[in-house]
């Protein structure tokens, strides 16, 4: 069902920003009270509620139902759910520390701002090896009934707070930075609302 991976390479489209943002985020920061780290945390939050909750839980039990009928390498398979389990503690144990800076709590900006570049490489890198291979061999092997378990799953109906129509409070300040963002660069993907 050609439509789940539709879905699943538009949500790469918007991690990708999300990615480009912890960058630019984490450089331009000067000390580890600035205010745009309050925007850090956002991403963080969204990519924690979110990509490791919904997006990530598809793509593992696509995994799992093509290792099941010998469609997807055993080591592709396995290093796609080690990435997603890597970056699922990562993305918690960061928005903890960077909540940590928030409130003012001693830490070294220097080692949160590697770990926040490490984290957005690794999501970067893990979405490339998706594309490359769980997508292309789950459009050529499940099957129609195998789609549809996949679109049946909680994971799969799980509303996205930030790009879906009603975007959550909670993320309105990173809508409004990703928006101006992707309208100075050109992008005109059709956004959910003005919050
Ligand atoms: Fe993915």
């Known amino acids: 069902m050609r439509v789940i991976v539709e879905k699943l390479q ?9 990615v480009g943002l912890l960058n ?11 205010p745009n780290i309050a925007l850090l ?7 924690t509620r979110f990509a490791d909750l919904a997006h990530h839980v598809i793509e593992d039990r696509m995994v799992e139902k093509l290792l ?3 469609a997807l390498a055993v080591e592709l398979g396995r290093e796609i759910e080690t990435q997603h389990q890597v970056l699922i503690r990562d993305g918690r144990d960061l928005l903890r520390d960077l ?3 928030v409130r003012g709590e001693n830490m070294s900006q220097q080692l949160v701002d590697s770990r926040v570049r ?9 979405m490339v090896i998706e594309e490359l291979t769980l997508f292309p061999a789950a459009e050529q092997n499940l099957s129609s009934a195998e789609w549809h378990e996949i679109e049946s799953s909680g994971a799969y109906a799980q509303p996205d707070p930030l790009f879906d129509a009603t975007v959550d409070e909670r993320f309105a300040e990173l809508y409004r930075v990703i928006t101006a963002e992707a309208s100075a660069a050109g992008v005109h993907e059709p956004f959910a609302q003005d919050v």
Do not use: F, I, W
């Open 99 to 101: 909540e940590s800076a």
């Open 10 to 18: 538009a949500e790469h489209v918007r991690l990708g920003r999300l």
């Open 68 to 70: 099941a009928k010998k």
């Open 24 to 34: 630019l985020q984490s450089c331009q920061r000067t000390d580890a009270t600035a």
């Open 41 to 47: 945390v956002d991403v963080l939050c969204y990519l």
């Open 118 to 126: 490490l984290y957005a490489e690794r999501l970067r890198h893990n």
